[in-house]
């Protein structure tokens, strides 16, 4: 049983990585367009990886006999100027999530909701992966600095990304 405080919280949570699944998907169509096959692999299984995490927030307040409120999911940036651009937008919004993460921890430890706190915990974890793998793509970018060589080697990588629960 939660409270219709966090049911709500949680919710937007919901449609917070709806929107994550929306926006990887539009960078993953805008790589594909660019010629950028790998680009357009690692965002779509960002996308696929989006579409978990809502499941996992919408799993949950079910199994809490709580409801699903499927909000309006905002329209994404659908146009990137670079790559660099699209992967420091990803960092930018990946910031955001394991804010509103702990948001939500916070508001589950002032209701002493431990069983969403501990719910919680594997974002917690999960986020501080996605930032580092984000940070890392980012160093390479900067690193071969918009050359073709160089955007095709990190191309090539970023197309061996599998999506694993
Ligand atoms: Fe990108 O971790 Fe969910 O939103």
Redesign the pocket.
């Known amino acids: 049983m939660i409270s219709k405080k966090m049911e709500q919280a949680l919710n937007k949570q919901l449609n ?2 709806f929107f ?1 699944a929306y926006l990887y998907l539009a960078m993953s169509a805008w790589s594909e367009n660019q010629g950028l096959k790998g680009f357009a692999n690692w965002f779509y299984v ?1 996308y696929q ?2 579409n978990f ?1 809502a499941m996992k927030f919408y799993t949950y307040l079910l199994d809490q006999g709580a409801e699903v409120d499927l909000l309006k999911i905002d329209k994404p940036e659908t146009k990137f100027s670079s790559p660099l651009e699209a992967f420091e937008k990803t960092l930018e919004h ?1 910031q955001f ?1 394991t804010k509103s993460i702990y948001e939500l921890v916070d508001l589950a430890l002032s209701e002493k909701d431990h069983a969403t706190n501990t719910f919680l915990q594997w974002f917690i974890t ?2 501080v992966e ?1 930032e580092a793998s984000v940070n890392e793509i980012i160093d390479k970018l900067k690193l071969v600095d918009g050359q073709g060589n160089g955007i095709f080697m990190i191309d090539k990588e970023l197309g061996t990304r599998t999506f694993a629960q």
């Open positions: 917070n990585e994550s960002q990886e989006e995490h990946e999530i999960e986020q996605e």
